[in-house]
């Protein structure tokens, strides 16, 4: 017992997170986990299973990628709203994959690694709320339009493996995140929403701190395996990410996030 209760879990407190569906109550619960472990106040204990799906709020509506409508012309009010709501979609999905991450597979990996996977979890409800609150200066909200269903996926289908796990989702799919979002900001900037830009630089300086705990962990990961790093990442991509990897390229944010650019080009 601690001296100021009953001594909560880890993984117990990552569970609550994770199968809350309203998305504000996860925001809170995702920062307050984050910030309870960094107090000492949450035991490293895994006795709470991680749930096959995570809470998900009624709206949006959560379509496969083919159903998924055309986003309209970038300049337009509707597909203006439509790339904030997309955007906000990959960020509120984001706060499980941390989640996830820290409480399926932090027994195995140690206590920094839940240190930095919770504070991920914290990071991405933080740009979940940001980009929220855009959408309503927009006068719309998150769940007012669809949502690509595929984003849980790649969790869903690594379950089993952190190796798996760490090689797909900040080592391909968060990277992906630092290709587009420069052309991105630049778009925004271009109808004059200034604010909105800053909001995706501040995303983008954090994202390349998440790729790197990715990759780094990846490399842990091929240690304990007595794999090369770079020929396990090949297999495990091969295995697991549909599709290949497309460029344009953004090889300075992917060098600064320790991705080499032999390692991802092999893929292209």
């Known amino acids: ?22 998305p504000r109550a ?9 910030r309870d472990w960094r107090l000492g106040q949450l035991d490293f204990v895994f006795d709470a299973a991680m749930p096959e799906t995570p809470g998900r709020p009624e709206a949006p509506v959560l379509l496969a990628p083919g159903q998924m409508p055309k986003r309209g012309k970038a300049g337009s009010e509707r597909g203006r709203i439509a790339l904030w709501h997309a955007l906000a979609h990959i960020e509120f999905v ?7 991450m820290a409480g399926r597979f932090g027994e195995q990996m140690g206590r ?3 240190s930095d996977f919770l504070g991920v979890a914290a990071d991405e409800a933080m740009h979940f ?9 927009l006068g719309s909200h998150y769940g007012a339009l669809p949502a690509h269903a595929g984003l849980w996926s790649a969790a869903h289908d690594t379950r089993h493996d952190v190796a798996a796990r760490l090689a797909v989702v900040p080592m391909v799919l968060e990277a992906r995140g630092l ?12 109808v004059g929403d200034f604010r909105g830009a800053r909001i995706l630089k501040r995303i ?8 790197r705990f990715g990759a780094n962990y990846f490399e842990m990961a091929a240690k304990r395996l007595a794999a090369d790093p770079s020929e396990l990442w090949k297999t495990l991509v091969s295995r697991h990410f549909p599709g290949s990897l497309k460029p344009p390229f953004n090889d300075s944010a992917r060098l600064a996030a320790g991705l080499s650019r032999d390692l991802y080009t092999a893929l292209a």
């Open 1 to 22: 017992m601690h001296s100021n209760g009953p001594c909560v879990t880890v993984s117990a407190a990552i569970r609550l997170a994770l199968c809350e569906s309203d």
């Open 112 to 114: 920094s690694f839940v």
């Open 26 to 34: 996860k925001v809170m619960l995702a920062r307050k986990v984050a």
């Open 94 to 100: 984001a706060i499980d994959l941390a989640l996830d």
């Open 204 to 211: 983008l300086d954090d994202e390349i701190r998440h790729v």
């Open 129 to 137: 709320m940001l980009l929220e609150r855009h959408l309503h200066t």
């Open 179 to 190: 290709d587009v979002t420069p052309t991105t900001i630049a778009r925004v900037e271009s």
